[in-house]
């Protein structure tokens, strides 16, 4: 099996993309990251790009880009994301179409891109986000939920479909984290979402790096179309 060498991490100037582009940094990784705004992380082993990740033209130079310094990515991380916390009846289309642009539109578009040269390399590792806001089907988050839960249908057919190229598909469903998107929650809604879990507390960035290490790992090349929640649901 290849050796990963590269990883590719959307939406990482900050939250928990920045903390995962940091992690994978200080592991000796070459990281690509990418956001709607320059960033102002410096390392030697690190390459930013500017992209918004709901434009398909933005995703496609961007992965084109990167490929003209490197044979391919590794591992691409479907970070990139946004909420919505609104009653249904309220909900605006054009929310709608951004937050569907955001998680849905430009996890795909990532997703299509680097596989076209994952599956040239006969190797590669996807990691997709969802949120533990799908099972618990949380009243007020019903565009973030359904743009997750469409983030999951992707998971499990696209690691049907390019498993034949040693290529796993997996995702991740973070419970609430301390981050700027949370911070934008009442409190009570959070403590609300807390207490439907087994392990009543806030995630931990550290939750998020194990479960996305256990995936990458090359003992996991037997692992795909999986969601893991954290927090016990």
Do not use: W
Request: charged share 25%.
């Amino acid at each position: 099996m290849n050796s990963i060498q590269s990883i590719l991490i959307t939406g990482n100037r900050k939250g928990i993309g920045r903390y995962l582009t940091e992690f994978y940094l200080d592991k000796g990784y070459g990281v690509y990251g990418c956001s709607r705004t320059k960033s102002d992380l410096k390392n030697k082993n690190y390459s930013h790009f500017e992209c918004d990740v709901s434009r398909e033209n933005d995703v496609i130079k961007t992965v084109k880009a990167i490929h003209k310094e490197i044979d391919s990515i590794s591992v691409l991380i479907n970070n990139a994301g946004i909420a919505s916390l609104n009653h249904s009846v309220l909900t605006p289309a054009k929310t709608v179409k951004k937050v569907f642009g955001t998680n849905f539109n430009g996890s795909f578009y990532f997703t299509r891109e680097c596989s076209k040269y994952m599956m040239k390399k006969n190797f590669g590792r996807i990691i997709n986000f969802s949120t533990v806001a799908v099972p618990l089907d949380l009243d007020g988050e019903m565009i973030y939920a359904s743009s997750k839960s469409a983030v999951e249908k992707m998971t499990k057919i696209t690691a049907k479909e390019l498993a034949k190229f040693n290529i796993t598909v997996n995702a991740l469903g973070p419970t609430p984290i301390d981050t700027d998107l949370t911070r934008t929650v009442p409190k009570n809604k959070i403590d609300e979402i807390i207490e439907k879990h087994t392990i009543k507390r806030l995630g931990k960035m550290e939750d998020i790096s194990n479960v996305i290490e256990f995936f990458i790992k090359k003992e996991s090349e037997f692992i795909t179309g999986q969601i893991i929640y954290l927090g016990g649901l």
